[in-house]
Every structure is written in C-alpha cells, then in structure tokens.
C-alpha cells in the first residue's frame, strides 16, 4: 500500500529519498511527499500525482542529511495535497508518514479540536502529528518534554489501529523516530548513514544490514544505528540480519509494460517453483520449508487455503487440487472474511496463507487468528521475509521473482504450481501410488513448456479484444478447477481495463446473471478438456440460445471449437494442471484491452500492489 522511505546520516537526502520512493511506488501512487531537516526547520514537498511529479519540484541537490518520505494510497480523505504525506503538527516542527489506519481518529480528532488545534488535512494520519507534538511541547507531566521518543510512545499508546510511521523532529534534525504495529519496517545500516524503508527493497541500493520491527516498537535512528523500544517501556535486543534474497529494481526489459514482461516470464517462473522439489523416481514432491514429515502428513485432518483477490483463486484451485488428488478435505476462504467470523480452527488442519506480496493485512490477520486459536498456518509467499512468511516461519517461497505490475500473473501460476507440488506430496503420502505419482509428477515439469508454447502463438486475443472494449459487461464461465480461472479472468479484465465484468460457476449462470445476456453480449467460456467439459458445454449453448457471442478457451485439438463464435485453443495438459494454461490467455486479454483503451497498465487507478491496510 503506502511506501515510506527515510534516511539520517552525513551524506544528502534527497537522492535516497526521491529513489527509494522510485522503487516504493507500485505500492501506492497517488500522490507523494517528503520532509528535509535543513537550516534549523522542516522543508517539505508534497505533490498530487507520481514520483515524477514530486521529483520534478524538488531541487536535487537540496541541503539536508535528514529525511522522511512517503507515496500514497488514500485510505483517509481524497487524492489531494492537503492530504499528501507528510503531515505536520501545529507549528511546522514536527513532520510524520504513516501506513496504516487510526481507527480512533474520530475521538482524537474531536478531543485536539476542542484544545484549539486545526487540522489542514482529512486524514487519520494528521492526527499523530498533532498528538506528538503535544507530548513533546510537555502537556503530560508523566512524559518528558522535548524527547522525541518518549513524545512518539506517548502518542502511540493512544491511539487504536496499524501503523508504520517515521517521524521527523526539526528539534532534533540527528535523527528519526520510527515505529510500527502491523505495518513493516525496515531499518538499514549503513556506513554514517541509516535508513528506513517500509519495504527492503527501498534499501537494497544502500545496505543489506538490517534489522526488522516488530509489532509494538520503537526505534530511534541516527547516523550510528538503532536502538530500539517497546511503546510501553524496556530496550529490545535488535537482531541484525543480512539481506540476501531481495530482488534489485530490473524495470520491464525489452518489454513495453512489467505485466506483459511478467506473463512471459512465466515458463522460467514455474521452472524455479518446481526445480528441486518434484521427485522423479518417487513420484512425490519434497517442500522442506514446511518441514512436514509424513507422519505429520497422516495426521492432517483437512487442509485450509487463505488469500485475497488473486491469490484467493489460486487457494480455490489448490483446495480442488488437494481433495481430487489427495482427498483431504479443503476449502478455500477469503481471508478478509476468516477472522471475523470467530473461525473455529481444528487443531489437526493445516493452513496455507497464499500471498504474493506477503504483506497482505487480512491474509496477516488471518494468520494471527488461527495462531491465537491454536492452529497450524504455513505460507505460500513469493516475497522472501516478509511479514506473513516471518509470522508463519514454516512455508514454500512461490519463487515467483519480483512481480511489480499491480496486476499480478506470474505469481497466480507459481501459486497455483507450489500448490499442486503440495499435493503431490499429500497425494503420495495417502492416495497415489509411486506410478501414478510419476505420471502426474512428468505432466507438471511438462508445463513450463506448454506455457512457452501458447505465449509465442497465443491465437486470436486481439478479436476478443474487440468484443470486449465496448461491452456493458463481460460474463465469465468455468466449472470445477475452470470456476477460479475464470474469476482470475474477470478480476484481470476489470482491473486493468476497468471493464465490468462478472465470473460464475457455469452451472449457476441459469440462476439470475443468464438475464443480463443480451445479443452480442460477450461471453467468455474456460472449457478445458476434463469431466466437467461437457456439462459446461451445455451452459455456453444456453448463451448463444440468448443471442451472445461466446469465445471459448479450450484444449488444443478438442472438437468442441466449432461450437464457440470464438476459439482460443491451449496446450493439452492433465485436467488437474489446466488452470496453469487456461489462464494465460486471460491474462493477455486484461493486458490488449487495457492497452486498447489506453490505460495506465502497470498501474491502474485507485489500486496498489500490496494490500496493507483491512
Ligand atoms: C491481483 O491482480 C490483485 N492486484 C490483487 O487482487 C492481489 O492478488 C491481492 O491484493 C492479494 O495480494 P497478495 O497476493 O500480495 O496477498
């Protein structure tokens, strides 16, 4: 969601902020700002817009060692300056970005009102601004005046919600307050000068000496270092780590756009998700971050998948995966739903937290609720040592690499591809002998081929794209493993096309959405070969029957092509495989059109690439 970037030392601000907001940005780009200590105040930009725009206002080489920057994703109050990052206390002194959300805004707000304070923004960040400096000016006797740490833990136990802040001090212009409670941060060591970031990759340019907060903390950082704090009192022991695996910023290549480059990057994508982990001569698969034995195995009463928006179609093809192969039973769930209805978790369940950012707040939460209940949760995240892989610490990396386009494609199929290797593994262990292991072990390293294959001769998207451009509306249908690539399929095209779309299990079209069909209206049909095929077969003629033009996506040589006004044929993979391929043309649609109607690709409207807030 919003990205904060801050730095304190010797060298110039300015370039680190202006970069790490740069490699921040596909998190939120509404709008941008950043505070410089300099000549005794706060210097502040703040600009409605990309980093461009901000960068073009700011005077690159701009005095000042010490800085707090921020890109925005509104969740408070609309796309305007006003409420641009940073936000500033009553008199200047004092500068703060915030990810996250106060949920007692109100009452606090209410109570500076009433004290004579003046807000300038509508935001629930504006609120710490305020609530800092009055512990820092000595309102409370029980908290020293002029000490910014002890002003920032004041304000921090006051408040309710999530946060991860760094506040600025033109009182103290050596050093930055940083703090966080359910939104990440990062703190980097370098040589004379430190950072923050609320994503290491910001820091990678700098340092790979880090030390991650932790919920509940403080951190005071200088030129020297860290040292940090609990909000309610007590010195934490940092643990320093080194940052190994974080990618560097590899911009989109030959390629006009990240999601394009990102859908061909898929053959090698899978490649690295199953290199290492199918097991040929056995017919099983082998994932040792989740540290399962098959003993563990055998105990596994049900198996429960978590995610949000894509990664949630990828938890409703693994949960089909996991009880057609391995029968076990599985349900998939949104996880911004779990918590909140008091979930019963069975001790005996595993759960997977499937997250390609891994910063997910509802995925997070659900992972916390089951946690508190006493549940087994392992990740299935592609981004190495964030929050959800560090608070599940067992699960499988997706091994996507970075995915930066807002929509995400690569990491649906690596996804999809951990969770079949998943079951492979379940499978083995219960229902598949070693033959039938191999059989579908072969298919699966199969697939990154096939996926090569329909990407250098994907067949007619561009007459799809037509169809689709000028549409009210765009009906998706699938059946089994087909519903959740369909809905992928409709989630792509509307976010970044911002055609409206609507996904259903074919079987459930004749129960209301059938009367939105009208003549021409396009249908989309995902009909691989598989059990279900023919039954679903029965549906798309329910639509042309209505007079709509149906395009169906479907096996490479299967008859049924002359039955769609539109065929868009893929490679023949086991049924239990075909979302890795289905897709794929799916994605190319919600790319073409997005590109037929000249929208911002890589970065649609009122969107960012991680979700951080409920
Ligand atoms: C996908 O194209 C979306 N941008 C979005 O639905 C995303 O999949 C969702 O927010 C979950 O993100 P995560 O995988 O990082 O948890």
């Keep these: ?45 703040r600009r409605v817009g990309r980093v461009r725009e901000l960068a073009a206002q700011v005077p690159e080489d701009l005095s000042g060692s010490v800085g707090i920057a921020h890109t925005r994703w509104a969740t408070h109050g609309e796309v305007t300056e006003a409420n641009a990052h940073p936000h500033l206390d009553g008199v200047g002194r004092i500068a703060v970005v915030h990810n996250g959300i106060i949920e007692n805004m109100g009452a606090l707000k209410a109570r500076l009102q009433a004290d004579g304070v003046v807000f300038r923004s509508e935001t629930d960040s504006e609120v710490l601004a305020h609530l800092i400096s009055r512990y820092f000016e000595g309102s409370d006797p029980a908290v020293p005046a002029d000490d910014p740490v002890a002003a920032v833990r004041a304000a921090l136990r006051v408040v309710r919600g999530t946060w991860g802040i760094a506040v600025l001090f033109a009182d103290h212009p050596d050093l930055i307050v940083a703090a966080r409670n359910g939104s990440p941060l990062v703190v980097g060591l370098g040589d004379g000068q430190s950072y923050l970031a609320s994503d290491p ?17 403080v951190a005071c950082i200088d030129a020297n270092g860290v040292q940090t704090f609990h909000v309610d009192g007590g010195v934490v022991d940092n643990n320093v780590e080194t940052l190994e695996d974080v990618w560097g910023d590899e911009g989109r290549g ?41 003993r563990d195995l055998a105990r596994l009463t ?13 938890c409703q093809v693994g949960a089909q995966l996991v009880e057609q192969l391995a029968r076990v039973p ?3 769930e949104i996880a911004s739903e779990f918590r909140h209805r008091n979930p019963v978790v069975d001790p005996d369940a595993l759960f997977l937290a499937v997250s390609q950012s891994g910063e997910t707040a509802d995925t997070l939460g659900a992972v916390r609720e089951i946690q508190v209940k006493g549940g087994t949760v392992m990740g299935v995240v592609n981004v190495v040592g964030s929050s959800i892989a560090r608070a599940c610490g067992r699960g499988v990396y997706i091994h996507s690499g970075p995915e930066m386009a807002v929509a995400s494609t690569k990491a649906f199929s690596n996804m999809v591809a951990a969770m079949a290797v998943f079951t492979l593994m379940l499978a083995r262990q219960r229902t598949l002998s070693a033959h039938e292991g191999r059989q579908y072990v072969e298919e699966l390293r199969a697939v990154p081929d096939l996926v090569r294959r329909y990407l250098a001769d994907p067949g007619p998207i561009d007459t799809l794209v037509k169809w689709v451009t000028d549409a009210r509306m765009v009906l998706f249908l699938g059946r089994g493993l087909s519903a959740p690539v369909a809905a992928e399929g409709a989630l792509k095209l509307m976010e970044v096309a911002y055609v409206p779309c609507i996904a259903y299990p074919a079987g459930e079209m004749k129960h209301g959405p059938i009367a939105l069909l009208e003549r021409q209206s396009p249908v989309i049909v995902v009909a691989p070969r598989d059990e279900l095929r023919d039954k679903t077969l029965s549906n798309l003629q329910e639509c042309k029957a209505r007079g709509a033009r149906v395009a169906l996506i479907h096996t490479e040589g299967d008859e049924i092509a002359d039955l769609a006004d539109l065929s868009i044929p893929v490679p023949a993979t086991s049924p239990l495989f075909s979302p ?15 590109l037929a109607l000249g929208r911002d690709i890589d970065r649609p409207r009122n969107l960012a690439k991680s979700v951080t807030v409920e």
């Design 580 to 594: 890795l391929l289905t897709v794929l043309p799916l994605q190319l649609l919600a790319y073409r059109t997005g």
């Design 1 to 45: 969601m919003c990205g904060i970037v801050a730095t304190v030392g010797h060298s110039p601000a300015i370039p680190v902020l202006l970069d790490g907001l740069r490699r921040l940005e596909y998190r939120g780009y509404d709008s941008a700002g950043l505070a410089v200590a300099r000549d005794g105040g706060l210097t502040v930009y």
């Design 201 to 217: 990759h910001a820091l990678v340019a700098y340092t790979r000496r880090v030390v991650f907060l932790d919920d509940g903390e």
């Design 330 to 332: 599985a349900k998939a």
């Design 254 to 294: 030959a390629y006009p756009h990240l999601m394009l480059k990102e859908i061909h990057e898929q053959p090698e994508a899978l490649d690295r998700c199953l290199s290492g982990r199918v097991v040929p001569e056995n017919g099983t698969a082998k994932l040792g971050g989740l540290d399962l034995e098959p």
């Design 302 to 314: 049900r198996v429960g998948l978590l995610g949000c928006g894509t990664a949630y179609f990828a």
